[in-house]
């Protein structure tokens, strides 16, 4: 049985922060689960790219306000607590946390991540072998 909490881990190389958000990254690959879950902030008054071409991601909002644009299409979703959106074709996107306040959000990854990954300049997670 693995128990982390949230606090411990915020300690450790498990919080990545980065310029619109930061990241404590819960559960990793190395705990081979096959996916891996974060608690992800977005910082208020940002717009974040993000285009994950090798995961597929669902994320539940908890706290904060915002919006999600789908880049294909112009779609724009509103963001709240309860909201939970999937990224099931890898769909590209702005995140939009333009509400004043921080998102938090609860995302799972699939495949799982190694824990240091941030965005790349296309909004990529590299996949890792």
Same mark, same amino acid.
Request: charged share 25%; hydrophobic share 30%.
């Given at each position: ?7 411990? !881990?915020?300690?450790? $190389? ?15 690959? *190395? ?24 995961? %597929? $991601?669902?994320? /539940? !909002?908890?706290? +904060?306000? +915002? $919006?999600? $644009?789908?880049? #294909?299409? =112009? &779609? @724009?979703?509103?963001?709240?607590? +309860?909201?939970?959106?999937? %990224? *099931? &074709?890898? *769909? ?9 306040? #921080?998102? @938090?959000?609860? !995302? ?14 296309? =909004?990529? /997670?590299?996949?890792? *072998?």
């Amino acid at each position: 049985m693995i128990v982390r909490t949230l606090e411990e !881990c915020q300690k450790t $190389e498990r919080r990545v922060v980065a310029e619109n958000w930061e990241s404590v990254r819960m559960l990793l690959r *190395d705990d081979n689960m096959g996916f891996s879950f974060h608690i992800t902030t977005i910082y208020a008054n940002t717009d974040t790219h993000i285009h994950y071409q090798n995961h %597929l $991601e669902s994320v /539940y !909002c908890m706290s +904060g306000e +915002g $919006e999600i $644009e789908t880049t #294909d299409d =112009g &779609k @724009v979703y509103p963001i709240k607590p +309860g909201t939970l959106y999937i %990224l *099931d &074709k890898h *769909d590209e996107h702005q995140l939009r946390a333009n509400k004043g306040v #921080d998102m @938090v959000m609860a !995302c799972v990854f699939n495949p799982p991540i190694t824990g240091q990954e941030t965005h790349d300049e296309n =909004g990529v /997670y590299p996949l890792v *072998d």
